[in-house]
T-cell receptor, first 115, second 111 residues
């Protein structure tokens, strides 16, 4: 059973640019969630995708968008980067379902620095 | 906002039990208590969860008070590798529920 992987590991961008982060879910998982973690803070929920549809969103502006693909891999896109977008971006995969006992498994994260 | 309150930091001697407290006085009847931890520069790792009964797995034990307003995560024999930030989270069971993290407790295990 492979774990959750993310790419790239580190990324440096300048203000106003756009960025795409990638996540490969754990085998058998159909749900992916994205979190933003600023330095010294706990992760904050951005949004979740289930079967390629957005299934819940946190308090983040529309310039944060995502995609989930049929193979359950996922992308997080951020447009018009701001300095405050500098953070560790985490994806977590899981299996949705009312009787699901499968909890969220996190990847190692992508460290984004905006200059 | 997080529905839990945890001390910002704790220390523990290697080989001793680490007891991490968490207050969740507004927990709802269908909400479980979850614990995750995050070792420096890694993604959070699921540890354990429970509803009202005490739970134990290969990593830790979870003790939930009878009124469910607080809980304690116990690492029975802490090692240096247990140094991490520990997050207590309350949420409904299932993989589709978002996790609401607070700032957690930074546990430092000392040699």
């Amino acid at each position: 059973e492979t774990g959750v992987t993310q790419s790239p590991t580190h990324l440096i961008k300048t203000r106003g640019q756009q960025v795409t982060l990638r996540c490969s879910s754990q085998s058998g998982h159909n749900t992916v969630s994205w979190y933003q973690q600023a330095l010294g803070q706990g992760p904050q929920f951005i949004f979740q995708y289930y079967r390629e549809e957005e299934n819940g969103r946190g308090n983040f502006p529309p310039r944060f968008s995502g995609l989930q693909f049929p193979n359950y891999s996922s992308e997080l896109n951020v447009n018009a980067l701001e300095l405050d977008d500098s953070a560790l971006y985490l994806c977590a995969s899981s299996t949705a379902g009312w009787f699901s006992y499968n909890e969220q498994f996190f990847g190692p994260g992508t460290r984004l620095t905006v200059l | 906002d997080a529905k839990t309150t945890q001390p910002p930091s704790m220390d523990c001697a290697e080989g001793r039990a680490a007891n991490l407290p968490c207050n969740h006085s507004t927990i709802s009847g269908n909400e479980y208590v979850y614990w995750y931890r995050q070792i420096h520069s890694q993604g959070p790792q699921y540890i354990i969860h429970g509803l009202k009964n005490n739970e134990t797995n290969e990593m830790a034990s979870l003790i939930i008070t009878e009124d469910r307003k607080s809980s304690t995560l116990i690492l029975p024999h802490a090692t240096l590798r247990d140094t991490a930030v520990y997050y207590c989270i309350v949420k409904a069971q299932g993989g589709s529920e978002k996790l609401v993290f607070g700032k957690g407790t930074k546990l430092t295990v000392n040699p």
